[in-house]
């Protein structure tokens, strides 16, 4: 457990380390390329281990130098003995590497910790059994373990459905290019967390592969394209820049960020917009971002597209004025936890009325107290949390080292704040 001292004065430059999702994805994409890549500011964490290890199980040289990885990719040519990957928590490696495991020949079974066997893969399994794959779900249940035997991926259509998860959509794309054919990709209603494919597609781009994007609904990847050796830099990470922001945003202080480039695809960005409509001022750079908090207001919006940052919103929220409606969110009791449910709970431990809906919560801001946080072993239920201590005394948060899962040096980057 830890306990949050309140800041006198919030007044800081902090940098952040790279982004998670452009991480697991150059990781992929380098893996694949027939050479070496050098990947610049990458992000270790438990997450971009879990898909770095699991790019190891299928035969890439991996190195680790600091904050920069280099990747001896196999030219596609994964190792075809059988293997068993442990995820851990990781749900972007569990989506990723299960979409990989198709361009190898032979059996893999990819596992995860107890949450993770509780969270959704089956549309990606029926999208890999449309591409000419055999997945499915050792339990017979839709969830992890997962069977992946392969002979390779054939390529032709595929429909997959985006409302749980963008990421069964970003794994077919990922390895679509080492199709014996064509493949195109058609998404079937709704597609959740829109800008994480754009990530996808940009770092495709990067690594030299052309994807036809037709306005979201299909993607058209030609077969013989290959992925080329880069030496790419991994921009900041928005969601990780998403806690500091909000600690200006409820201390009232002010906050900069040098190293996040604010006109990416990262979707993430987005809540820059969003502490502007609460009341913020926010002076956005070549090199960076700054924000200056004001006096916070409640707003109405939809959050499908940056989910991973509700429960930094709905902190943020619990100390504007008036209530917050957030909506369209009810993927995120997919999660590390039930956010909707955990959120609800330790708000109104410390003393802010919730309305927990289905698919989202409403937050009637107020004077939040001090209380004792439970995590659920959820890195972002402790970031968010974190933050309110900076503005109110008597927040403990429990399970701290949570964040490593996805930020190792939240802690220590916290402290630059006093």
Known sequence: MIEIKPLRLCDAVIAIP??????????????????????????????TERTAQGLVNFGVEIFWEGNDVRVLGTGGKLKGSGDRIDVGNSGTSMRFLTA?????????????????????IRELLVGLGELGVRAYSQNENDFPPV?????????????????????????????APYAQKDVTLQVAGSLASKP?????????SAFGVEVRNR?????????????????????????????????????RGRVEIRNLNPVGFQGDLGFLGILERMGCRVN????????????????????????????????????????????????LRLKESDRIHALTTELCKMGIRVDERKDGLEIEGGKPHGAEIETYDDHRMAM???????????????????????FPEFWETLRKLY
């Open 196 to 204: 994480y494919v754009d990530i996808t597609l940009d770092v495709m």
């Open 18 to 47: 790279g982004s998670k999702s452009y991480t697991h994805r150059a990781l992929i994409l380098s893996s694949l390329a027939d050479g070496e890549s050098l990947l610049t500011h990458a992000l270790r964490c438990e997450d």
């Open 100 to 120: 990989l495991a198709a361009l190898k020949r032979g059996v893999t079974v990819l596992d995860g910790n107890e949450r993770m066997r509780k969270r959704p």
């Open 284 to 331: 956005r750079r070549s090199d960076g971002v700054e924000v200056q908090g004001g006096e916070l207001q409640g707003i109405e919006i939809d959050m499908n597209e940056m989910p991973d940052l509700v429960p930094t919103l709905a902190v943020t929220a619990a100390f504007a004025q008036g209530r917050t409606a957030i909506q369209n969110i009810r993927h």
């Open 215 to 251: 306005r979201y609904r299909s993607f058209f990847i030609q077969a013989g394209q290959r992925y080329l050796p880069q030496q790419y830099r991994i921009e900041g990470d928005a969601s990780n820049a998403s806690y500091f922001f909000s600690a200006a945003a409820v201390c």
């Open 384 to 406: 968010s949390f974190a933050i309110a201590g900076l503005a109110v005394p008597g927040i403990r948060i429990l399970g701290e080292r949570c964040v490593d899962k996805s």
């Open 147 to 175: 069977v992946v035997e392969s002979e390779g991926l054939h390529g032709g259509p595929a429909r997959i459905k985006g409302e749980e998860s963008s990421q069964f959509l970003s794994g077919l794309l990922l390895v």
